[in-house]
Antibody
Framework: QVQLVQSGAEVKKPGASVKVSCKAS????????LYWVRQAPGQGLEWVGW????????KYAQKFQDWVTMTRDTSITTAYMELRQLRSDATAVFFC????????????WGQGTLVTVSS | EIVLTQSPGTLSLSPGERATLSCRAS???????LTWYQQKPGQAPRLLIY???SRATGIPDRFSGSGSGTDFTLTISGLEPEDFAVYYC????????FGGGTKVET
């Protein structure tokens, strides 16, 4: 069965960086785009960016493009999202989600990773 | 960017009642790319409805979606205890955007 398993919660100080992983299994890793979606505490959902695991091509939402980098390692079917220069208001849960191009929807989600930014 | 506005923000109902959730778009959305998710506290969103009205695998038939253009609706025909959650609509044209969510509470 399709699974996306993310790395555990992180606590970082302002200005630090964090790298979150998303391990995919149960499907052809290179066959589906992976998105990262952010959810601030008590708030809604917003897309951060996507990676094409086949080519490594990425696209980031304008709001995040100066502080996010997405990569992947096809040998271990894992995608990564690195966030740089974390601000104190950046605390959020980040989800990886598989994108279904045919339906324009996220059909499988990781469990989420809480990134807490606090001095 | 297409903005989705969901209403009401909170819906207070009892088990067995019918829930009607609205999602309004700032411009016309392709019916093929209008999706609904359910999210419970501490969990990831779960795909419920895609393509406006198609239920995802394993979703019970008390969940139904309808609409076109700028107005879309998610209906839960008889609320079960496990249906109390937050529901989000999402559209895709050049990028995905989500509505602000409707909380269904008892």
């Amino acid at each position: 069965q399709v699974q996306l398993v993310q790395s555990g919660a992180e606590v970082k100080k302002p200005g630090a960086s964090v790298k979150v992983s998303c391990k995919a299994s149960g499907y052809t890793f290179t066959g589906y785009y992976l998105y990262w979606v952010r959810q601030a505490p008590g708030q809604g959902l917003e897309w951060v960016g996507w990676i094409n695991p086949n080519s490594g091509v990425t696209k980031y939402a304008q709001k995040f493009q100066d502080w996010v980098t997405m990569t992947r390692d096809t040998s271990i079917t894992t995608a990564y999202m690195e966030l740089r220069q974390l601000r104190s208001d950046a605390t959020a849960v980040f989800f990886c989600a598989r994108w279904d191009t045919n339906t324009g929807s996220f059909d499988y989600w990781g469990q989420g990773t809480l990134v807490t930014v606090s001095s | 960017e297409i903005v989705l506005t969901q209403s009401p923000g909170t819906l207070s109902l009892s088990p067995g009642e019918r829930a009607t959730l609205s999602c309004r778009a700032s411009q016309s959305v392709s019916s093929s790319y209008l999706t609904w998710y359910q999210q419970k506290p501490g969990q990831a969103p779960r795909l419920l409805i895609y393509g406006t009205s198609s239920r995802a695998t394993g979703i019970p038939d008390r969940f139904s979606g309808s609409g076109s253009g700028t107005d879309f609706t998610l209906t839960i025909s008889g609320l079960e205890p496990e249906d109390f959650a937050v529901y989000y609509c999402q559209q895709y044209d050049t990028s995905p955007t989500f509505g602000g969510g409707t909380k269904v509470e008892t």
